[in-house]
């Protein structure tokens, strides 16, 4: 199983290079739509509704263009989940995250985003597939959902819109929430878990984790 690692590093010992995101405002908007495309199919069909044929036909770009930016089918849903994250990272970067305490605040992001990924069982079980089958040629985009996770249980654990650079504790208690939460994700989809099961597996690792 791919873990949640906020410092990864290639076999070779250098961190990855994230995916590309800037680019003329076409290519950006070029980039949203073929992710938009992505999210739709996945959320209609699951993981093996989205086709690289079918997610360039959908976004009305060239069947070439959508390799340039994208190599597989997992590299697309891998960018789709860090893009889902990323709307966590604009959000926790506006208001201070409700909660009384760590725990609190920090079970408040991930069942909120827990129960977002809940209400499309279809999507989620996509994009939970490829982070999964994940290898170390999408590393870039395994790194940046890790690195939006790490930066939304930061702002939570302290309790701030801005908070900055964890400190080496701080990371691997955050990297071990990731797991988990990603662990009990996996189950639910699978059907090992259920909702409610999920939320208290997620519970008592942060409350273990934060003593």
Known sequence: MTSVSTEPHNTDGTKPTAPPTG???AQRERRR????????????????????????EQAEVALGTLY?????????????????FNKDVDRSAIRATPGESAHERIM?????????????PKLTEALVRAFMFADQSVTGEIHEVGTSLTT???????????????????????RIISDVWLSALISWVTG????????????VAVRLLLR
Request: proline letters at 2%; glycine letters at 6%; a negative charge.
């Open 33 to 56: 739509r073929i992710l938009d495309a992505t999210i739709t199919l996945a959320a209609e069909g699951g993981f093996d509704a989205v086709q690289m044929r079918a997610v360039a």
């Open 108 to 120: 408040y992001v991930l069942n909120r985003r827990t129960h977002a990924l809940q209400k499309q």
């Open 23 to 25: 680019g003329s405002a």
């Open 152 to 174: 939304v249980i930061a702002r939570a654990m302290h309790g701030t819109p801005t908070h900055g650079e964890v400190t080496e504790e701080e990371a691997a208690i955050i």
């Open 68 to 84: 340039r930016y994208f190599p597989s089918k997992i590299h697309l849903l891998v960018s789709a989940l860090a893009r889902e």
């Open 192 to 203: 090992r878990m259920d909702t409610d099961e999920v939320e208290k597996s997620i519970d």
